[in-house]
């Protein structure tokens, strides 16, 4: 199927729509769980599992969900997935019990999980073209990152001026258009690794090591990292991840051949995802702590407060990304980007207890912006770009599971050395205030480090290519790109 210029663009906003929802649903809903909390009737432990349902499948199933769309087609994939999510979504705002809540956020999250899955792997069928596929990339790179930023701005308005159940029935309109809009747009092409066997084994082993790992990293905090719940779940994730791993070694048609991981830049781009949304995830949590905790803004405040990171976010995604990718290649910009970050996280390492926004809030959003939306464009090309057209599906899978479970681990683990933190200096006799944010200090400089650490790594183990086919011409002394690259 051939499409012209206009309905590929129209296709690739299309996509972008749809993958909005998405990523809006991971933090829309943390500004309205007060009011969840109140009219359900959640304890504060039950309360965790309105956020902790929808990760954990999300988690789970990304993987699967990217060879599902190898294999049977990525438009069927992605349109049963959005009419999951849609679905999942109405039952969510229509909930009045928390049973029904939490399981419809379950449902959530596996459509969710199809929809991230196959999504990049359409975006690089529609476009070949290394130009156009950098700049589509860098549109869909916004949206898949700064669309969290989002959530929190329309969380707050939605919750304040409504209530909470319109935070999941806005997604209803959104997802009836897309999927009228995905059967007249998108490619429905066959499968690229149609006809070839379901590894069913592989899929169910390695769904429930990454479901078991994000149940324990979840509830990590909670139960305690060295208790025998964490210890003994996180053992048994890795004891199924090893047999996932032999069973792979054998399989006729594995579900992940392990020979992707020997593609320096995949193998190296999952790394990256790992530290850059452990290092990004956490900043934005903690920041989003110190600014209602500690300044005492509202919830609408908080999101209006990271408007201009989203805005320059976009910005440099939409119109400085790609033509650094063109004129440098992945290396340059994608180190440069976590660099910025990086300086950008440390900076909230030093804001007072009594930070005013210009000085001491603006200048890290904005740096933090700035390097996100230089950063994720070449990320996700290195991720993509080595291999077969029949395993794009698959790689997006690895990528976004590695970004997700970074995310998690690292959220968790700076959320405690926060606690830890500040109990720490509420012993020594500092104030509540002063102990919070002294807290919050160790947390942004850990996640700095992460960024600072992806940095180095970038620099060090990436290849110079572009990830994409045809750089070769665009950047003089660039390695070529992967044969297979072309349409995958």
Not at 139 to 151: D, E, H, M, W
Not at 410 to 419: K, P
Not at 429 to 450: K, R
């Amino acid at each position: 199927m051939t499409l012209d210029s206009r309905t590929r663009w129209l296709a690739l906003l299309v996509l972008c729509l749809g993958d909005v929802m998405i990523v809006l649903d991971t933090t829309i809903v943390n500004v309205a769980l007060p009011s969840i909390r109140d009219d359900l009737g959640f304890s504060e432990t039950s309360l965790a599992w309105v956020v902790n349902a929808y990760v954990l499948t999300f988690g789970g199933f990304l993987l699967l969900g990217g060879r599902l769309g190898d294999l049977f087609g990525y438009r069927r994939l992605f349109l049963a997935g959005v009419a999951l999510f849609t679905l999942a979504s109405l039952a969510c705002g229509l909930a009045t019990s928390q049973g029904v809540l939490v399981a419809a956020r379950a449902i959530q999250g596996l459509g969710g999980a199809v929809v991230s899955a196959v999504a990049l792997s359409l975006i690089m069928i529609l476009f070949t073209e290394p130009a156009e596929r950098a700049k589509a990339m860098g549109i869909f790179g916004f949206v898949l990152s700064g669309g969290g930023s989002a959530g929190v701005l329309l969380g707050g308005v939605l919750t304040d001026t409504l209530d909470w159940h319109w935070i999941f029935l806005v997604n209803i309109p959104i997802g009836v258009l897309v999927l009228a809009l995905s059967l007249r747009l998108l490619p429905g092409t066959a499968g690229q690794a149609a006809g070839q066997r379901l590894d069913v084994a592989g899929a169910f082993t390695v769904t429930a090591a990454l479901m078991l790992a994000v149940y324990a990293i979840v509830n990590g905090n909670e139960a305690g990292w060295t208790s025998g719940q964490t210890l003994g779940l996180l053992a048994a994730a890795l004891a199924l991840l090893a047999i996932f791993l032999g069973i792979e070694s054998r399989a006729s048609s594995p579900l992940v051949p392990l020979r992707l991981f020997r593609l320096r830049n995949l193998a190296t781009a999952n790394v990256l995802a790992m530290l850059m949304s452990a290092g990004m995830f956490a900043a934005f949590f903690v920041s989003a702590l110190y600014l209602q905790l500690v300044l005492g803004y509202s919830p609408l405040e908080v999101g209006l407060a990271y408007l201009p990171s989203t805005v320059i976010w976009g910005a440099a995604s939409l119109f400085l990304s790609d033509k650094l990718v063109m004129r440098f290649g992945i290396k340059t910009p994608l180190v440069t980007g976590l660099s910025f970050m990086a300086l950008g996280i440390l900076l909230f390492a030093r804001a007072p207890v009594d930070g005013s926004f210009a000085m001491d809030i603006l200048p890290a959003m904005v740096l933090q912006g700035f390097g996100a939306g230089i950063a994720f464009n070449p990320m996700l090309l290195a991720a993509m770009g080595d291999v077969e057209p029949q395993e794009s599906g698959l790689a997006s899978g690895v990528v976004n599971t590695s970004f997700m479970m970074g995310g998690a681990l690292g959220l968790a683990a700076l959320v405690s050395l926060a606690a830890s933190r500040t109990d720490s200096l509420l012993a020594s006799g500092d104030g509540p205030l002063v102990a919070l944010t002294g807290g919050y200090h160790a947390a942004f400089l850990a996640g700095a480090l992460l960024a600072v650490a992806a940095a180095v790594i970038a620099a060090a183990l990436l290849r110079p290519s572009a990830a994409m086919p045809g750089h070769e011409e665009a950047v003089e002394g660039a390695e070529p790109a992967h044969a297979g690259a072309r349409g995958s």
